[in-house]
């Protein structure tokens, strides 16, 4: 019994070396740009993808601002619904939109910073659709490198916080719902949003250290993904576990008693106006008016067909 013992506790030992070599290694400085080079391998593939859908007439958007032919507002790009009130009961009436469509709908996204980084595609390489999937890359494996420094710095600096990190981070990087925003040209400004969503976790965990020059830094930056998505900057990073979300810490230390410079942010959504109503005739049924809130408050906005 006592030898058995004895093994037992040689192999505990020899778990724990063998984590602790691990942990080391996933700490090292090379680790942040190996990730990233991961990351690019891993979406190569969508070099040749091409435009499609909502990517076709953004283009040809981009193309008129940058020409100077645009009439409009050059971050426009975003307004997926936005007609004189005669259109829309006209394509109401037609089956093109929903019966239950009001004739001042609009679905309107401002998106500044989304727009502003679409127009460097426009005005450096407007006719290479490789270049501009790269651009996505590389803010993808840029994001990947943020996410890896935002789990560090949440688990600790021991060899075993690191080697947890790291999984974190691989699995942020393998993480299959990501392969729309990355191979999709039109949805770039989901990247643009959760790069600056975990720059702003970052920033607002060294304000909570003790850094006072980070609170204003962290507001900046949220400021910045809301800039980019709107709709998304203000929901839970998908980087973080529901256990790494509550390891930012909220008492005791420097940062105790701080007001948090992001309280006075309110999640209030997208900037969109989208009012729906439902046109004269009999009542809907429950199903179908569930449906009707369902789309108008819940899609994502390339889920909108552009009229």
Known sequence: MGE???????????????????????????????????ALVLHAPTLGGGLFSDDIPQQAFLRKVVEGREAGPWWGLFSLVDLAPATIAGRRLSGLLPWWTADEVRVVFFRPLAVADHLIDAALWPRSPALMHLHSLLLFALLCALVLRLHRRLAGGRPRGALVALIAALSFTVDSTHGAPVAWIAQRNALLAAIFAVACLLAHDRWRRGDARAGPLAALVFWRARSSAPSSGCRRSPSLSPTASRSIPRGGGAGSGRRCPLARWRSSGSRSTARSASAPGPAAPTSIRSTARRSSSGSSPSAWPRW
């Open 4 to 38: 058995r013992g004895d093994e037992v506790e040689g192999e505990g030992r020899g778990l724990a070396a063998l984590v602790v070599r691990l942990g080391r290694a996933a700490g090292g400085r090379w680790i942040a740009p190996l990730l990233a080079l991961f």
